[in-house]
């Protein structure tokens, strides 16, 4: 089934636009203004909860980061799909390093549940970016699905329970409402 979805996901996301697309949004560079944007955002409309909220979602994605790549990915040891499925399409570079979980997602999804765990108002905005992230690691060829869906399940346990666990310390970082339309 993993397999029959990450060959289909991977077929139908990797066309000329598509994939152009899903190549822009894999490339990590192409989120630091974009996510600096926001932070700085959060932190004018509270600055108290704004930052608390972003060492949390950097903090969490560091221990995310290295849980995935240092331990979970040597324990699994899968190999990614762009170096044992001739039929994928791989539109990004295939490196050696393992594939399950993808880093990719769960650093993503991380930083969504983080910061939307402050900021309720944007949790699903911030879900929908941490998984189309996610999604595109399909498309370029280099994770297969369940990678991603472990990958961001984890980021969002990471990232949400780091800021439940603070909040709780701290109460004046406790989750806010934020009225429609103040943050555009």
């Known amino acids: 089934m993993d397999l029959k979805l990450t060959l289909f996901l991977n077929e139908w996301l990797s066309g000329p636009a598509a994939g152009a697309f899903m190549l822009n949004v894999t490339e990590p560079s192409n989120w630091y203004a974009p996510i600096s944007v926001l932070v700085l955002a959060l932190c004018i409309h509270d600055w108290k909860r704004g930052l608390i909220a972003a060492v949390v979602a950097g903090v969490a994605v560091g221990l ?15 190999v990614r799909p762009c170096h044992v499925i001739p039929e994928i399409t791989t539109l990004a570079g295939c490196t050696a390093s393992l594939s399950f979980p993808s880093n990719h997602a769960v650093n ?19 879900l929908v970016i941490g998984l189309l992230v996610s999604l595109s690691r399909v498309a370029v060829g280099v994770h297969y699905v369940s990678d991603v869906t472990a990958g961001a399940i984890l980021g969002f346990a990471i990232g949400w329970g780091m800021a439940l666990g603070v909040a709780s310390l701290f109460p004046q970082a406790e989750p806010v409402k934020i009225p429609k339309g103040e943050l555009q």
Not at 64 to 78: E, M, N, T, W, Y
Not at 108 to 126: E, H, K, M, T
């Open 64 to 78: 995310g980061d290295a849980l995935a790549h240092q331990i979970l990915k040597p324990f699994f040891g899968r």
């Open 108 to 126: 993503s999804v991380c930083i969504a549940g983080a910061l939307g765990y402050f900021f309720r108002p944007i949790l699903g905005p911030l």
